[in-house]
């Protein structure tokens, strides 16, 4: 997918940008499969009957901005949060929290298909990926990561006037967002003796609205 990033700044660099620009904004659910995340949990808070799932739902906003290149191609800039987040009674009378944030800025491409109302967005894009997590067992302890991602987009474009549109889409990503860490080191799993990640495959559903200049 690296390529698809060459290919964004090789057409930006080459071709004069149409004067039509797509600004799109929304929020959906995304459902992730954080495999490290989700055994550090089970495997030392959960109780059998409050487990992370194998794929957990989150909710996430994003903002866009697509450039026409070409008749059929846009380049954009999207800039997606997701916000997570897990509890549960632990000890006398204590509650065991965990929460993150992932930033997930990315350069898209998209190929473009669109008629008298509507328009037909599928492409990809690379960015890089930056956590911040907030862990709480009695005592509350921050950290930070970062990485890199890759997106699969599709979406479609339905007219509500000559430049609203509503926006449903689908996403498939796969981030690679690292290890947390701070100046004490990085989150330990005692049970799989193996420091905990947010690296995760996930599919997100999204409802927005876009507007064309």
Avoid: W
Avoid at 94 to 119: D, F, M, Q, T
Avoid at 162 to 189: C, H, Q, T, W
């Amino acid at each position: 997918m690296k390529n698809i990033l060459k290919l964004c700044l090789l057409l930006l660099i080459s071709t004069d940008i149409y004067a039509q620009i797509d600004m799109t904004l929304g929020m959906g659910l995304d459902f992730n499969n954080v495999s490290s995340y989700r055994d550090y949990v089970n495997e030392n808070f959960a109780p059998p009957d409050n487990q992370v799932s194998t794929f957990k739902s989150s909710v996430m906003f994003f903002s866009e901005a697509d450039f026409q290149l070409y008749d059929k191609f846009q380049a954009g800039v999207e800039y997606n949060l997701l916000l997570d987040s897990y509890n549960t009674p632990v000890g006398a009378g204590g509650i065991y929290e965990i929460s993150y944030i992932l930033h997930r800025p990315a350069i898209i491409c998209y190929y473009v298909l669109s008629g008298e109302g509507y328009k037909f967005k599928f492409g990809g894009g690379v960015g890089p990926r930056f956590a911040v997590l907030n862990e709480k067992i009695y005592y509350s302890s921050s950290y930070s990561s970062a990485g890199i991602g890759f997106l699969l987009k599709a979406e479609g474009h339905t007219a509500l006037s000559s430049n609203f549109f509503a926006v449903i889409g689908i996403d498939l990503r796969y981030d690679l967002a690292g290890e947390p860490s701070n100046r004490n080191g990085k989150i330990y799993n005692n049970v799989s003796n193996e420091n905990m990640n947010l690296n995760s495959l996930s599919v997100g559903l999204k409802l927005g609205i876009s507007f064309t200049l």
